[in-house]
C-alpha cells in the first residue's frame, strides 16, 4: 500500500509541470521594461476597428475588451512588447455554439433553389 502510494505520488508530481504550462498559454511574459506604451496598444485597437470599453493588464498581456467592428463582444489579450494578438475571445460565439456572425434580417435575398419559389421571402400568416 506505501509502495503504490509512493508511486502515485511521483506520477502526479511528474504531471504537474505539464498541466502548468498547458495553462500558461495564454500568458505573456516579457519584462516590463520592454513594454510598448498604454497608448500604443489602444492605437492598434482603433486601428482594427475595435471600440474599447475597458483595458487593463491580465496575466503580464494588454487586455482589451469591447467591440469588434461587427458589433460583437470581444476580449483581446496582446503581447506588449510587439502588440501581436495572443488570444482573441469573440464573446458571442459562446452563445451561438461557435456560429460565424449572421446576418441581420433581410439583408441577404434567400437562395434561388426552388425552396422560395420565385426568391422573394417567405410571408408569414397569423390567424
Not at 475595435?50 to 494588454?62: K, L, R, S
Not at 463582444?73 to 488570444?87: F, G, H, N, R
Not at 482573441?88 to 433553389?113: C, L, M, T, W
Request: proline share 8%; glycine share 10%; hydrophobic share 40%.
Amino acid at each position: 500500500m506505501n509502495k503504490t502510494l509512493t508511486v502515485f505520488a511521483f506520477a502526479f508530481a511528474a504531471l504537474l509541470p505539464a498541466g502548468a504550462a498547458l495553462a500558461d498559454d495564454n500568458d505573456c511574459a516579457v519584462p516590463r521594461s520592454q513594454w510598448q506604451p498604454r497608448e500604443a496598444a489602444l492605437q492598434v485597437a482603433r486601428d482594427t476597428g475595435w471600440t474599447v470599453h475597458d483595458f487593463e493588464v491580465d496575466d503580464g498581456c494588454y487586455e482589451i475588451e469591447g467591440r469588434d467592428g461587427d458589433g460583437r463582444k470581444i476580449e483581446v489579450k496582446l503581447d506588449p512588447a510587439t502588440l501581436q494578438i495572443v488570444v482573441i475571445d469573440h464573446e458571442d460565439d459562446d452563445e451561438r455554439g461557435g456560429a460565424s456572425n449572421p446576418a441581420p434580417s433581410g439583408s441577404v435575398a434567400p437562395p434561388k433553389n426552388g425552396l422560395f419559389g420565385n426568391g422573394a421571402p417567405p410571408r408569414v400568416q397569423m390567424n
